[in-house]
Protein backbone atom coordinates (compact mmCIF):
# COMPACT_ATOMS: atom_id res chain seq x y z
CA UNK A 1 0.00 0.00 0.00
CA UNK A 2 1.58 3.16 -0.75
CA UNK A 3 2.57 5.79 1.55
CA UNK A 4 0.24 8.79 1.95
CA UNK A 5 1.46 10.60 4.30
CA UNK A 6 5.41 11.56 2.97
CA UNK A 7 8.38 13.46 5.03
CA UNK A 8 11.23 14.99 2.99
CA UNK A 9 14.47 16.68 4.08
CA UNK A 10 15.13 19.95 2.46
CA UNK A 11 19.42 19.84 2.46
CA UNK A 12 20.25 23.65 2.70
CA UNK A 13 20.47 26.69 4.82
CA UNK A 14 16.57 28.24 4.54
CA UNK A 15 17.22 31.63 3.23
CA UNK A 16 13.38 33.18 2.83
CA UNK A 17 14.98 36.00 0.12
CA UNK A 18 16.18 33.03 -1.70
CA UNK A 19 13.93 32.61 -4.76
CA UNK A 20 14.35 28.72 -4.82
CA UNK A 21 13.26 28.27 -0.97
CA UNK A 22 10.21 30.43 -1.75
CA UNK A 23 9.48 28.14 -4.74
CA UNK A 24 10.40 24.54 -3.48
CA UNK A 25 7.73 24.53 -0.79
CA UNK A 26 5.18 25.55 -3.40
CA UNK A 27 6.69 22.66 -5.18
CA UNK A 28 5.93 20.27 -3.07
CA UNK A 29 2.62 21.35 -2.12
CA UNK A 30 1.47 21.59 -5.80
CA UNK A 31 2.87 17.62 -5.99
CA UNK A 32 1.16 16.46 -3.23
CA UNK A 33 -2.59 17.55 -4.15
CA UNK A 34 -1.50 16.13 -7.92
CA UNK A 35 -0.94 12.91 -6.26
CA UNK A 36 -3.40 13.04 -3.44
CA UNK A 37 -0.94 12.89 -0.07
CA UNK A 38 0.22 14.74 2.48
CA UNK A 39 3.84 16.47 2.84
CA UNK A 40 5.56 17.14 5.43
CA UNK A 41 9.12 18.64 4.78
CA UNK A 42 11.45 20.12 6.86
CA UNK A 43 15.15 22.20 6.40
CA UNK A 44 17.78 20.64 7.58
CA UNK A 45 20.60 23.44 7.94
CA UNK A 46 24.01 22.33 6.83
CA UNK A 47 25.59 23.04 9.58
CA UNK A 48 23.01 20.63 12.11
CA UNK A 49 24.01 17.74 10.14
CA UNK A 50 27.26 16.17 12.04
CA UNK A 51 25.77 12.92 11.85
CA UNK A 52 23.40 10.85 10.00
CA UNK A 53 21.18 10.48 12.83
CA UNK A 54 18.97 12.90 11.64
CA UNK A 55 18.07 11.57 8.02
CA UNK A 56 17.26 8.14 8.89
CA UNK A 57 13.05 9.48 9.44
CA UNK A 58 12.86 10.73 5.88
CA UNK A 59 11.54 9.64 3.22
CA UNK A 60 13.22 11.47 0.58
CA UNK A 61 15.71 14.55 0.34
CA UNK A 62 16.18 17.20 -2.04
CA UNK A 63 19.21 19.72 -1.68
CA UNK A 64 18.38 22.93 -2.47
CA UNK A 65 19.66 26.20 -4.25
CA UNK A 66 22.04 28.74 -2.69
CA UNK A 67 25.68 27.61 -1.62
CA UNK A 68 27.58 27.82 -0.85
CA UNK A 69 26.28 26.17 2.36
CA UNK A 70 27.46 26.85 6.02
CA UNK A 71 28.89 23.58 6.27
CA UNK A 72 29.70 21.41 3.07
CA UNK A 73 30.53 18.49 4.89
CA UNK A 74 27.18 18.43 6.32
CA UNK A 75 25.25 18.51 3.10
CA UNK A 76 27.73 15.67 1.55
CA UNK A 77 26.99 13.59 4.78
CA UNK A 78 23.24 13.96 3.67
CA UNK A 79 23.82 13.70 0.05
CA UNK A 80 26.17 10.47 0.80
CA UNK A 81 22.90 8.72 3.11
CA UNK A 82 20.28 9.55 0.64
CA UNK A 83 22.54 7.73 -2.09
CA UNK A 84 23.92 4.97 -0.20
CA UNK A 85 20.79 4.29 1.48
CA UNK A 86 18.51 4.25 -1.59
CA UNK A 87 15.98 7.35 -0.02
CA UNK A 88 15.06 8.99 -3.04
CA UNK A 89 17.20 12.56 -3.50
CA UNK A 90 16.80 15.30 -6.20
CA UNK A 91 19.57 18.17 -6.25
CA UNK A 92 19.20 21.22 -8.11
CA UNK A 93 21.87 23.99 -8.44
CA UNK A 94 23.70 23.85 -5.66
CA UNK A 95 22.39 20.27 -5.24
CA UNK A 96 23.92 19.35 -8.48
CA UNK A 97 27.29 20.65 -7.94
CA UNK A 98 27.54 18.73 -4.01
CA UNK A 99 25.58 15.85 -5.54
CA UNK A 100 28.72 15.57 -8.05
CA UNK A 101 31.57 16.86 -5.30
CA UNK A 102 29.81 13.30 -3.58
CA UNK A 103 29.95 11.01 -5.73
CA UNK A 104 33.32 12.15 -6.90
CA UNK A 105 35.02 11.99 -3.13
CA UNK A 106 32.59 8.89 -1.80
CA UNK A 107 31.54 6.22 -4.91
CA UNK A 108 34.83 7.25 -7.16
CA UNK A 109 36.93 7.49 -3.88
CA UNK A 110 39.11 10.95 -5.54
CA UNK A 111 39.78 12.61 -1.73
CA UNK A 112 41.33 15.54 -3.42
CA UNK A 113 37.82 16.25 -5.27
CA UNK A 114 36.73 19.61 -4.69
CA UNK A 115 34.39 22.25 -5.42
CA UNK A 116 35.99 24.99 -7.67
CA UNK A 117 34.02 28.15 -5.15
CA UNK A 118 35.29 26.92 -2.19
CA UNK A 119 38.62 26.07 -3.84
CA UNK A 120 39.39 27.84 -6.81
CA UNK A 121 43.38 26.27 -6.90
CA UNK A 122 42.42 23.04 -6.43
CA UNK A 123 43.82 20.15 -8.69
CA UNK A 124 40.90 18.10 -9.04
CA UNK A 125 37.96 20.89 -8.99
CA UNK A 126 35.53 18.94 -10.27
CA UNK A 127 33.08 21.68 -9.95
CA UNK A 128 33.84 24.75 -11.76
CA UNK A 129 33.35 28.13 -12.91
CA UNK A 130 30.81 28.32 -15.85
CA UNK A 131 32.00 29.72 -19.08
CA UNK A 132 28.70 31.77 -18.82
CA UNK A 133 26.75 32.32 -15.71
CA UNK A 134 23.80 31.33 -15.66
CA UNK A 135 21.83 34.15 -13.68
CA UNK A 136 17.75 34.46 -14.47
CA UNK A 137 18.35 32.80 -17.16
CA UNK A 138 16.57 30.35 -19.24
CA UNK A 139 17.85 27.97 -21.88
CA UNK A 140 16.34 24.56 -23.33
CA UNK A 141 17.31 21.12 -22.33
CA UNK A 142 17.61 18.06 -24.27
CA UNK A 143 17.26 15.07 -21.98
CA UNK A 144 18.26 11.67 -22.67
CA UNK A 145 15.86 9.31 -23.76
CA UNK A 146 14.61 6.23 -21.05
CA UNK A 147 16.01 8.45 -17.87
CA UNK A 148 14.32 8.81 -14.85
CA UNK A 149 13.86 12.65 -15.90
CA UNK A 150 13.00 11.85 -19.06
CA UNK A 151 10.20 9.78 -17.23
CA UNK A 152 9.23 12.53 -15.20
CA UNK A 153 9.15 15.00 -17.97
CA UNK A 154 7.32 13.03 -20.81
CA UNK A 155 8.89 14.59 -23.36
CA UNK A 156 13.09 15.29 -24.46
CA UNK A 157 12.66 18.92 -24.99
CA UNK A 158 12.10 21.45 -22.36
CA UNK A 159 13.02 24.99 -21.40
CA UNK A 160 14.21 25.89 -17.50
CA UNK A 161 15.52 28.37 -15.17
CA UNK A 162 18.81 29.04 -13.84
CA UNK A 163 20.35 31.01 -11.32
CA UNK A 164 24.00 29.72 -10.96
CA UNK A 165 27.61 30.59 -11.56
CA UNK A 166 29.30 26.92 -11.45
CA UNK A 167 28.79 23.52 -13.36
CA UNK A 168 30.93 20.23 -14.00
CA UNK A 169 34.68 20.56 -15.05
CA UNK A 170 34.83 19.20 -18.55
CA UNK A 171 38.30 17.99 -17.73
CA UNK A 172 37.00 15.26 -15.24
CA UNK A 173 33.48 14.84 -17.02
CA UNK A 174 34.53 11.46 -18.59
CA UNK A 175 35.50 10.20 -15.78
CA UNK A 176 32.90 11.09 -13.09
CA UNK A 177 30.32 9.17 -16.18
CA UNK A 178 32.49 6.12 -16.37
CA UNK A 179 30.19 4.38 -13.73
CA UNK A 180 26.66 4.63 -12.13
CA UNK A 181 26.57 8.71 -12.86
CA UNK A 182 25.15 8.94 -15.90
CA UNK A 183 24.42 12.47 -18.09
CA UNK A 184 21.13 13.13 -18.55
CA UNK A 185 20.70 16.41 -19.61
CA UNK A 186 22.74 18.87 -21.92
CA UNK A 187 21.51 22.30 -22.96
CA UNK A 188 21.62 23.83 -26.36
CA UNK A 189 24.98 24.08 -25.91
CA UNK A 190 25.58 21.00 -25.65
CA UNK A 191 26.92 21.30 -22.07
CA UNK A 192 25.57 18.58 -19.27
CA UNK A 193 22.97 20.48 -17.42
CA UNK A 194 21.28 17.45 -15.16
CA UNK A 195 23.11 13.43 -14.12
CA UNK A 196 21.04 10.76 -12.40
CA UNK A 197 22.42 7.55 -11.02
CA UNK A 198 21.43 4.05 -12.39
CA UNK A 199 21.01 1.18 -9.61
CA UNK A 200 18.93 4.03 -7.42
CA UNK A 201 15.11 4.50 -6.70
CA UNK A 202 15.00 7.92 -7.51
CA UNK A 203 18.95 9.75 -7.83
CA UNK A 204 18.59 12.88 -10.14
CA UNK A 205 20.43 16.52 -10.33
CA UNK A 206 19.59 19.84 -12.01
CA UNK A 207 21.92 22.60 -12.71
CA UNK A 208 18.71 24.53 -13.30
CA UNK A 209 16.05 25.28 -10.76
CA UNK A 210 12.69 23.30 -12.33
CA UNK A 211 11.19 24.58 -8.41
CA UNK A 212 11.03 28.04 -10.00
CA UNK A 213 7.89 27.07 -11.84
CA UNK A 214 5.69 27.06 -8.97
CA UNK A 215 5.99 30.32 -8.32
CA UNK A 216 3.70 30.92 -11.65
CA UNK A 217 1.14 27.94 -10.11
CA UNK A 218 2.93 25.22 -12.22
CA UNK A 219 3.70 22.07 -10.50
CA UNK A 220 7.07 20.68 -11.35
CA UNK A 221 7.44 17.32 -13.16
CA UNK A 222 10.43 16.21 -10.48
CA UNK A 223 8.43 17.31 -7.67
CA UNK A 224 5.95 14.62 -8.79
CA UNK A 225 8.34 12.33 -9.50
CA UNK A 226 10.32 12.56 -6.34
CA UNK A 227 6.94 11.91 -4.15
CA UNK A 228 6.20 9.01 -6.53
CA UNK A 229 9.67 7.55 -5.86
CA UNK A 230 9.36 8.29 -1.93
CA UNK A 231 5.67 6.45 -2.40
CA UNK A 232 7.32 3.24 -3.93
CA UNK A 233 10.41 2.99 -1.61
CA UNK A 234 7.99 3.42 1.33
CA UNK A 235 5.23 0.97 0.15
Not at 42 to 59: E, I, N, R, V, Y
Not at 88 to 92: D, E, I, K, N, S
Not at 183 to 190: E, I, K, N
Given at each position: MKATTLHI???????PSVTAHQAIPLALKLAAE???VTVHF??????????????????GFWCVPASPYRDTDGA???IRFAREQKR?????CGGFQHAVLEYARNALGWADAEHGELAPDAKRAVIV???CALVEATDAVRLAPYTRIAEAYGTLELHEGYRCRYGMNREFTAALLEGDLI????????D???VELLDHPFFVATLFQPERTAIKGITPPLAIALLKACQAVSA
Open positions: ALIGDHDALGQWLDTDTLTSTAPLHGFDLRAPFLGTPLTPSGHDSAGLRA
